[in-house]
């Protein structure tokens, strides 16, 4: 039985709800694999990006075409915005992908996932109001806990603590994203929405590959075809599918399954080690990402 129809065979069902909880798990769990497949890649980092996004277009089409949203047709005032966000994207993408390859991937996770802070703040900006309560203890243990591993990296070496800024810079142009689509994904729809974004980030990432001097054929493709299976396809569209079901509270509490699966790996297959001070440091970001995710919704 597949999650889609146990939804439709009882709203509030002990199978339905356990699937749908195990579709948000696994596809955070499958973002998370995301850093370390393109650290086994043996193209450049941006160059996996690129992979990444090329390689899932016919997917999404035919996810897009399947849920009966529209691939053309779109107005051009939409399609610009689609192409602006979709830069921040590419750029959000390069970024990240580069910081991953310097520093440690729980913390290149954490900050990739940082919009959500980034979010919390544009709404005071929006709303032109002072953060208040709960807040400003996000804003309180973001700061706290991104100093804490931002110093820890600096002790390990410079280049770690310059992936951790290139991951924060990832997590900002993410929000640039989110804040610039959010009315082209109501009126064309999610899987709509990723094409797009995907025909005109895929390009930019390839460009950027090309003058970064990036080995971009790759000759082992099983890094390559995995990352964009578990992380474009599994991860992006078990999330796609299952976030209108919970309230934003427990898709924050289930985001932090990202950083710890990530941290794990990091531990067992890179022998990255987290004292006690990286892992307050962790909780804290976790915290203030959860936070977050409750007053942004």
């Given amino acids: 039985m597949s999650i889609e129809s146990a939804t439709h065979s009882g709203e509030d069902s002990p ?17 998370a694999c995301g850093p370390w497949l393109v650290r086994l890649a043996d193209t450049g980092p941006v160059s996996a990006g690129f992979w990444r996004l090329f390689l899932a277009l016919p997917f999404l089409a035919l996810l897009a075409r399947s849920t009966g949203q529209k691939l053309t047709g779109i107005p051009r005032r939409t399609l610009v915005l689609v192409a602006l966000g979709s830069i921040a994207f590419g750029l959000d ?3 990240w992908h580069i910081g991953i390859e310097l520093t440690r991937l729980g913390n290149a996770t954490l900050f990739g996932n940082a919009g959500s802070i980034v979010l919390l703040f544009w709404g005071f900006i929006v709303a032109r109001a002072s953060p208040r309560g709960y807040e400003w203890l996000a804003i309180v243990f973001a700061l706290t806990g991104a100093a804490i591993l931002m110093g ?3 002790e390990i070496s410079t280049s770690t603590f310059i992936g951790d800024l290139f991951c924060l810079a990832a997590g900002l142009l993410y929000a640039v994203y989110l804040i610039n689509l959010q009315g082209a994904r109501q009126a064309i ?3 709509s929405l990723l094409v797009w974004v995907s025909i005109f980030a895929s390009p930019l990432l390839l460009v950027i590959a090309l003058v970064l001097g990036e080995p971009v054929w790759p000759t082992d493709w099983t890094p390559i075809i995995v990352l964009f299976i578990s992380s474009q396809l599994v991860g992006q569209g078990l999330l796609v599918f299952v976030l209108r079901h919970f309230p934003p509270l427990v898709i924050g509490l289930a985001l932090l399954t990202q950083p710890a699966v990530a941290a794990l790996i990091g531990f067992s297959v890179f022998g990255e ?5 990286d892992i307050a440091g962790m909780v804290l970001v976790g915290s203030a990402l ?3 995710r409750m007053r942004s919704g």
């Fill in 290 to 292: 959860v936070i977050a």
């Fill in 152 to 154: 820890r990296s600096l």
């Fill in 273 to 277: 080690l987290l004292t006690p001070l």
């Fill in 15 to 31: 199978l339905r709800r356990a699937l749908l909880i195990l579709a948000l798990l696994v596809g955070n769990v499958a973002l």
């Fill in 189 to 191: 729809g999610g899987w």
């Fill in 93 to 95: 993408l390069a970024s």
